[in-house]
C-alpha cells in the first residue's frame, strides 16, 4: 500500500469518526447513539490499523493480511440484525381481524433473516480467509452438481415454507363470509365519502354518470334498494366492531387506495368499476385512513378517519342520519345534518 | 465443466480482406458520427452518466423535502411529485438501461466475443442519436409550460392526463414522446446486439464458452426486445387518449364537478401493459448486473466462476420466469383475486435460480485467492446489496405480506436496494475494471476506495432502515408525512438522517467523476491487461483497442473464459485464445 494512499484513507477515517461523533451526539434518539457510536468506533480501528501497518513497515515485517474489508462485511450483518431487533419502528398495532398477515411477515422475517446472516457471515469468512497472501493459489473445482443440488432443495424448502402460508391467507383474505354487511367508500380528489346501507342492508345501483351537486355519489333513483341508503361526507368513517364487513371501494376520477395501517388490508379504487376486501375490525377507537395510490397534487392532503364503535352505538348513530330518498325529497346537504355539525377533520386543504 | 480444444483445422477461416474504404477518415465520422462500437459505447456512457447526475440532483431535492419539511419553500407538492416522476423514470430507462445496454453491451459484446464491430454499424450509431434524442425531448419538458410530468413514473392513467397532476398540460406528451423515441432507438441497438453475439462470435468461441457478462447482456437484450413493445403500445394509447380524446384507458369519470366526455376504458389495461414491460424491465437491468459480477468476482479471485453452467441456465430461466410474474406489482390493484394465487407462486419460484446465482458467487470466494481491488469491493458491495434487496422482494411477492406493505416505504427500499444500488454498484466495478482498456490508464485506486466505502455503507444506511418507516405504514409518494397518530416523532428524525447521509453519498460521486477526468490524464499506465484476466478483451494487440479491434488476425478461442489458477499453468490465468499445450493432460 502506498503512502499517500494510506493517508487519503486515514483522512477519510478521521472524517467518518467526526459523522459518528455528531450523529451520537444528537441522540435524539437512542438508534442514533447507537449508529453513530458504531461508526466512530469502526474510524477508531481503522487508524489504528494504519498505524501498526505504517509501524510494520518501518520494521521490515511482513505485510499483515487486511481484515478490514471482512470485518466491515460482518459488522453489516450483525448491524443490520440488531437494527431489527432494537428498532423503535414497528407496524403499528392491529386493530383487525390480519393477524394472520402478521404472523406470515414474523415467518418471512426468519427465514431471510436467517439466509441473509448466513450468506453474508460466509461471504466475510471466504473474504478473511482466503485474502490475498504471497504464494497462495486458488483451487481449481468447476462445478459440485451434488452441492448445487442440495443449495437448490434447500432453497425451494425455504420458499415453500414462506409460500404455502401467504397462499393459505390469501384464500381467507378473498374470501368474503357469508355474513359480511356491506359498506361502501368513494374516493374522489382529494376526499373520502361513505354509503351505508339502511334498513334492507343492501346497496342500491350506482353510476358515475349520474352524479351531481344533489346526488354526489351517483346513486340510482330508480333503485328501491338505495332509497333507505345514507351518505355522509366530510365527516368520520363509522363502523361496528367485531362484525366481518364487506367494503365496497369505487372511485369518481383517478385510482386512490383506502388504506388504514392497523387494518393491514387494503385495496385500489378504480373508477369504471367497484373493488372490494373484507375486514373485521376488533377493537374500537379511532384510526387515520390514508390515500395509498397517487391520485394527483392532495394526495398526501387525502386524510380522513374512521372511528370503530360499539354495535349499539353505532345503530343509534346511524338512525339519526337521513336516507337518500329523504334528502332527494328536499332535506339540505348531508354534513350540516350530521351530529358533528361541520366538522371538516378529513377535509383537504389543497382542493 | 472444464472445455479446452486442441485444433480448428477442420474450420476454414471466414474473414474477408481488410478494406481500407471501412476505415472513418475525417475527425466528424471517427468521434462524433461513429460507426465503431466502442465510440458509441463511450457515448452512450457519458450522455447517460450526465441525465443520471440529473436525476442525482432531483433525488437530493426529494430528500431534503423528505428529511426537513417546510424548509425548503421552493418545493412545494407539484414541484415534489414532478422531482419524483423524473428520478425514476430517468434511473430506470435513461440512466440503467441505457448504461448497461448502449454502454456495456456496445464496447464489451464485439470485444469479448472477438468481433471487428457490431454486425449493423450503421444501425447502431443511428440507435445512439435516437437516444440523444430521446433525453433531449425528456429534458425539454423541464422548461416547457406546466413543467414535467408528475404522474409518477408508473404513469397511471386517469390521473396522468388530468388536471389534478402536474405537467398535464405538455409534460405529459414529451414524456411519452421521449419514451416511443427511447423504445425506437433501443430496438436498432437491441437487434444488432442479438445478431452479433448469434453470428459474429470468432471461431472455437461457442455460445457455451461465452463469459457471464455477454450471456447477461444477450439474455437482457432479448427481453428488452419483447417486453419494450408493451409500453411502446401502453404510450401511443395513452397518447391518442390525451391528444384525440379516445378512451383506451379512461372510464367515465367525474373531475372536479365536470363529468368529462371519456367513457368505456379500462385503467387497469394500462397497468397490465405497463408492468408486462416493468418487470422484464427490472431484469433488463439485473442480469447484465449478474453477468459483469460474475466475471469481477472471478477474475479478482483468481478462480474460475463456480457452477458456470448453472449460471448460464440460471440467467436463462430468470429472463424466462421474468415473462409470468409481473401482476406482482398490481396485487392491490382491484384485479381479479385468483390471479394472486398464480402471480405469487410464479414470483417466489423465480427466487430459486436467483439464489443460486448468490451461491455460487459466494462460493467462487471460497478457497480462491482474493485480491480486494476496487473492482471486486464493488462486486461485493453488489452481491451484499442485492442480497438484502432480494429477499425483502419475498415479502412484496408473497401475496398477502404485500397487502399491508404495498405503495408503503417497505417498496421503496426494496427497488432502490435491488435495482437502484445494486446494479449502480456493478456498474461502478465495470467501470474501473474496464476503464484501463476504454483509456489505457488505471483509475486512481485511493479515489476509489473512498468511493466505494461511502457508496457502499452510504447506500446501505440510506435504505436499509427505510424498510422499517414502510413496516409502519408510512406511504410512499408523501411529500410530508403531516399528522399521522401512528407515526411516532422519531420517524422525523430517521427521515432526517436518511436525507443527510443522502447527500454525503451524493457527493462522493464527485468523487468518482473527478476520479474518471484525472486518470484519463494522469492515471498509472495499465498495459494491455492489468488484472491479468482470460477474457479476450484483454488480449487485444493494442490498448485501448483501435477500429477494428484486433490487426490482422482474429483471435481463435481454445478454452472457456474462467481458466484461472488451473493446475500445473505457469501463470495463474490462462487467456481463451492460447491454444492447448501439446499433449497436457485434460
Known sequence: MSQDRRWLLGGLAVVFGFVGLFLASRAGHGIFYWIGLIVFLAAVGTIFGFVRAAFDEAEGKAQTPQHLVPLTMLAVAVGSVVFHFLSPWWWSPIASNWGYIDQTIIITFWITGVAFTAIVVFLAYCLYRFGHQAGRRAAYEPESRRLEFWLTMGTAAGVVAMLAPGLIVWSQFVTVPEEAAEIEIVGQQWQWSFRYPGEDGRLGRSDTRLVSNDNPLGLDPNDPNGADDVVVQNVDLRLPVDRPLKVLLRSLDVLHDFYVPEFRAKMDMIPGTVTYFWVEPTRTGTFDILCAELCGVGHAYMRGRVEVMEESQYQAWLQQQPTFAALANGYARVTSRSPDGGEASARSSVR | ?586
Open chain 2, 1 to 586: 465443466m472444464v472445455d479446452v480444444t486442441r485444433e480448428f483445422q477442420d474450420i476454414e477461416r471466414a474473414e474477408p480482406e481488410d478494406v481500407e474504404l471501412y476505415h472513418p477518415h475525417s475527425w466528424i465520422t471517427k468521434y462524433v458520427f461513429s460507426q465503431d462500437a466502442k465510440v458509441i459505447a463511450i457515448q452512450y456512457s457519458v450522455t447517460a452518466m450526465a441525465i443520471g447526475m440529473v436525476a442525482l440532483v432531483l433525488s437530493w431535492l426529494m430528500r431534503l423535502q423528505l428529511g426537513f419539511p417546510g424548509y425548503f419553500t421552493f418545493i412545494d407538492p407539484a414541484t415534489y411529485y414532478q422531482f419524483i416522476t423524473m428520478h425514476g423514470m430517468i434511473m430506470v430507462i435513461y440512466l440503467l438501461t441505457a448504461l448497461f445496454l448502449g454502454g456495456f453491451g456496445n464496447y464489451l459484446i464485439p470485444l469479448m466475443l472477438g468481433a471487428r464491430d457490431m454486425v449493423f454499424p450503421y444501425l447502431n450509431m443511428l440507435s445512439y442519436w435516437i437516444y440523444l434524442l430521446a433525453v433531449l425531448v425528456l429534458v425539454a419538458s423541464f422548461f416547457t409550460p406546466g413543467g414535467p410530468t408528475g404522474a409518477g413514473w408508473t404513469l397511471y392513467p386517469p390521473q396522468v392526463i388530468l388536471s389534478g397532476t402536474p405537467g398535464q398540460e405538455s409534460g405529459v406528451f414529451l414524456m411519452l414522446v421521449s419514451l416511443v423515441l427511447f423504445i425506437v432507438g433501443f430496438t436498432m441497438g437491441g437487434l444488432n446486439y442479438v445478431v452479433t453475439v448469434l453470428q459474429a462470435r470468432t471461431r472455437g468461441m461457442t455460445l457455451m464458452r461465452m463469459p457471464l457478462t455477454i450471456w447477461g447482456i444477450f439474455t437482457a437484450t432479448v427481453l428488452a426486445l419483447l417486453a419494450f413493445p408493451a409500453l411502446f403500445v401502453a404510450c401511443i394509447m395513452l397518447l391518442l387518449d390525451r391528444a384525440l380524446g379516445t378512451s383506451f384507458f379512461m372510464p367515465t369519470l367525474v373531475e372536479m364537478g365536470q363529468t368529462l366526455s371519456y367513457g368505456g376504458g379500462s385503467p387497469i389495461l394500462f397497468q397490465h401493459l405497463f408492468w408486462f414491460f416493468g418487470h422484464p424491465e427490472v431484469y433488463i437491468v439485473a442480469l447484465p448486473a449478474f453477468g459483469i459480477v460474475s466475471d469481477l468476482i472471478s477474475t479478482h479471485a483468481r478462480k474460475n466462476i463456480f457452477g458456470y453452467r448453472m449460471m448460464v441456465w440460471a440467467i436463462v430461466a430468470i429472463g424466462g420466469l421474468s415473462f409470468i410474474v409481473w401482476a406482482h406489482h398490481m396485487y392491490v390493484s382491484g384485479m381479479h383475486p385468483m390471479f394472486g394465487f398464480f402471480f405469487a407462486t410464479t414470483t417466489l419460484i423465480i427466487a430459486v435460480p436467483t439464489a443460486i446465482k448468490v451461491y455460487n458467487w459466494v462460493l467462487t470466494l471460497w478457497r480462491g485467492d482474493i485480491h480486494l481491488t476496487v473492482p471486486m469491493l464493488f462486486a461485493i458491495g453488489f452481491i451484499i446489496t442485492f442480497l438484502n434487496g432480494g429477499l425483502t422482494g419475498l415479502f412484496l411477492g408473497n401475496v398477502v405480506v404485500d397487502v399491508p406493505l404495498s405503495d408503503t416505504m417497505f417498496v421503496v427500499a426494496h427497488f432502490h436496494m435491488v435495482m437502484g444500488v445494486a446494479p449502480i454498484l456493478a456498474i461502478f466495478g465495470a467501470i474501473y475494471h474496464w476503464y484501463p482498456k476504454i483509456t489505457g490508464r488505471m483509475l486512481d485506486e485511493a479515489m476509489g476506495q473512498i468511493h466505494f466505502w461511502v457508496t457502499f455503507l452510504g447506500a446501505y444506511a440510506i435504505f436499509f432502515p427505510m424498510h422499517y418507516l414502510g413496516l409502519m405504514g408510512v406511504p410512499r409518494r408523501y411529500h410530508e408525512l403531516g399528522e399521522m397518530a401512528f407515526v411516532p416523532p422519531s420517524a422525523e428524525e430517521l427521515n432526517a438522517f436518511i436525507t443527510v447521509v443522502a447527500l454525503i453519498v451524493g457527493f462522493a460521486q464527485l468523487v468518482f467523476l473527478f476520479n474518471l477526468v484525472w486518470s484519463l490524464f494522469r492515471g498509472r499506465e495499465a498495459g494491455g491487461n492489468p488484472w491479468r484476466a482470460t477474457t479476450l478483451e484483454w488480449q487485444t494487440p493494442t490498448t485501448p483497442p483501435p477500429h477494428g479491434n484486433w490487426g490482422k488476425e482474429l483471435p481463435v478461442v481454445y478454452r472457456w473464459a474462467y481458466d484461472y489458477s488451473v493446475p500445473g499453468a505457469a501463470e495463474d490465468f490462462v487467456p481463451q485464445n492460447q491454444p492447448a499445450p501439446a499433449g497436457a493432460a485434460e
